[in-house]
C-alpha cells in the first residue's frame, strides 16, 4: 500500500508540475518576446574572464566588435587570468580591448578584478566561448528603463552540433529559455549567466563575485534577488554557446553545475519557505527543484537495481538452464514493486497522464521558442528516457560528492 502511495505521489508531483508549467506559459504567451525599446544607450563593460581560451576568444571578441551598438558607449575588459596558452596574444590583436592579466585561473576573481577598473553604468559578463548577435545588446539594454530589474539575461543556443549529446543539448537549452522567461515574469530566476548577462554596476560593485561555490552566476543572482531586484529574460536577444562535444565533457560540466546548485541552496537557505519569496521559496526551490531531483534519482536508480538484480539471477543460472528459462525466471524475478504495481489500472492512467503532460510541455516549448523541426521532434523520445536519465545520474553523482565533502573542481 504503502508503495502504491509513493508510485502515485510522484507521478502526481510529475502532472501537477506539467500542467503548472502549461498554465503559466499559455496565460504568459503574449508577454514571451515583448520587446523594450531603450530610451537611451548607457555605457556598457563587457567583462571576458579567458582562462585557455585561445580557440575561442577571437569569435568572442569579433562578434562584440559587430554589435549593433554606439562604439563610444562600449568597453571591452579581457581578463586573462592564469592561461598556459597565446590566449593573452590572440586578445591582442584587437587593439580596442583592455587587457588585465592575473595569475589565479578563477572566474570569481576575474570578474572582481574587471569591476574595478570597469567604467560602464552597467557591466555584461562574457564567457570567453560566447558569440553575441549584433542586436543582442540593444535589445536587453531597454529593460534597465524599469529601476526594479537588476539584471537581464537571453536567449542562449548552441553555437555548433557535434553528436547525439549536442543534439540534446540542442533540445534541452531550447526548453530551458522558455523556462528561465517564465519563472523571470514570476520574479524567481536565479541565474545569471555568462553569456552576456547584464547587471547594474552599482549593484555588482555591492555584491561581487564569490569564490566559495562552483556556480557564481547563481550565488551572484540569489543575492540579487534578496536585495529586492529583478532578474529579466529577453527571449527576443540571442546568444550562442560552445558546449561540451564528448559525454565525459559533459558530465564534467554538469556536476559543477549540479554541485554548484547545492552549494548555493545551503549558502542561501534563507530564501526556502519564506514568506518573502513565495514563489522561488516556497515552490521553485523546494518543490519544482529538490523535490524533481530526488525522484528523479530514486527512479533511475530503482530502474538499474531491478535490471541489476534480473542480470544477477540470469547469470547465476546460465551453466544449468536453458536460454529462454533464463529469460523467464530473470523476469520472474524483477522486484515485484516495478511490475505489479507498475500495471495497476490507477498507476498505468497516472503514469500516462505524466508522460503526456510531458510531452506536451517539450511540444509547447519548442512552439514558443519557434523550434518545430523534424530534427527536434525526432529526438524527443531518446531525450525523455535516456538524456534525463543521465542527467539524474549526474545528480546523484553530485550528491555524493558534495555529502563527501571532495575538492571543488572548475
Request: charge should be positive; glycine fraction near 2%; avoid cysteine.
Given at each position: 500500500m504503502i508503495e502504491m502511495l509513493l508510485l502515485l505521489g510522484i507521478a502526481f508531483l510529475g502532472i501537477y508540475l506539467n500542467v503548472w508549467f502549461l498554465l503559466v506559459a499559455s496565460q504568459n504567451k503574449s508577454f514571451l518576446y515583448k520587446k523594450k525599446v531603450a530610451k537611451s544607450f548607457p555605457?556598457?563593460?563587457?567583462?571576458?574572464?579567458?582562462?585557455?581560451?585561445?580557440?575561442?576568444?577571437a569569435r568572442c571578441l569579433s562578434s562584440i566588435m559587430k554589435l549593433d551598438y554606439p562604439r563610444n558607449k562600449i568597453e571591452t575588459i579581457v581578463i586573462e587570468n592564469g592561461s598556459k596558452d597565446n590566449t593573452a596574444e590572440e586578445v591582442k590583436k584587437f587593439k580596442w580591448a583592455k587587457l588585465i592579466r592575473i595569475p589565479q585561473a578563477n572566474k570569481a576573481i576575474a570578474l572582481n578584478h574587471g569591476l574595478k577598473i570597469a567604467k560602464g553604468e552597467i557591466i555584461g559578463i562574457v564567457d570567453a566561448d560566447t558569440i553575441v548577435e549584433k542586436s543582442t545588446l540593444k535589445k536587453m539594454i531597454g529593460y534597465f528603463d524599469d529601476k526594479e530589474v537588476g539584471a537581464?539575461?537571453?536567449?542562449?543556443?548552441?553555437?555548433?552540433r557535434h553528436g547525439i549529446i549536442s543534439r540534446f543539448q540542442e533540445l534541452e537549452y531550447l526548453m530551458?529559455?522558455?523556462?528561465?522567461?517564465?519563472?523571470?515574469?514570476?520574479?524567481?530566476?536565479?541565474?545569471?549567466?555568462?553569456?552576456?548577462?547584464?547587471v547594474r554596476k552599482e549593484l555588482a560593485d555591492e555584491i561581487k563575485f564569490s569564490s566559495d561555490t562552483l556556480t557564481e552566476d547563481m550565488d551572484f543572482a540569489l543575492s540579487l534577488l534578496k536585495k529586492n531586484y529583478k532578474i529579466v529574460t529577453c527571449l527576443d536577444a540571442t546568444v550562442r554557446t560552445v558546449i561540451p562535444k564528448t559525454l565525459g565533457a559533459w558530465m564534467k560540466q554538469r556536476v559543477r553545475w549540479y554541485r554548484g546548485y547545492f552549494e548555493n541552496s545551503i549558502k542561501h537557505k534563507d530564501v526556502i519557505l519564506s514568506r518573502k519569496y513565495i514563489t522561488l521559496g516556497w515552490f521553485v526551490l523546494p518543490i519544482a527543484g529538490y523535490s524533481s531531483i530526488g525522484i528523479g534519482i530514486y527512479l533511475t536508480f530503482l530502474s538499474f537495481f531491478n535490471l541489476?538484480?534480473?542480470?544477477?539471477?540470469?547469470?547465476?543460472?546460465?551453466?544449468?538452464?536453458p536460454l529462454i528459462e533464463q529469460i523467464n525466471l530473470a523476469i520472474g524475478n524483477l522486484p515485484k514493486f516495478n511490475i505489479d504495481l507498475l500495471f495497476t489500472p490507477y498507476a498505468i492512467v497516472f503514469f500516462a497522464i505524466s508522460i503526456i503532460s510531458s510531452l506536451l510541455v517539450i511540444f509547447i516549448s519548442l512552439n514558443f521558442a519557434k523550434q518545430i523541426k523534424k530534427r527536434n521532434i525526432y529526438i524527443i523520445p531518446f531525450y525523455m528516457f535516456v538524456y534525463y536519465t543521465l542527467i539524474m545520474i549526474n545528480w546523484f553523482a553530485s550528491l555524493v560528492l558534495e555529502l563527501a565533502r571532495r575538492k571543488k573542481k572548475w
Open positions: 555605457k556598457t563593460s563587457l567583462l571576458i574572464p579567458a582562462y585557455n581560451e585561445e580557440k575561442s576568444i537581464v539575461t537571453n536567449f542562449i543556443k548552441i553555437d555548433r530551458s529559455a522558455i523556462s528561465k522567461k517564465i519563472l523571470s515574469l514570476l520574479d524567481s530566476f536565479y541565474i545569471v549567466p555568462g553569456t552576456l548577462s547584464l541489476l538484480h534480473s542480470l544477477l539471477i540470469s547469470l547465476r543460472s546460465m551453466n544449468y538452464i
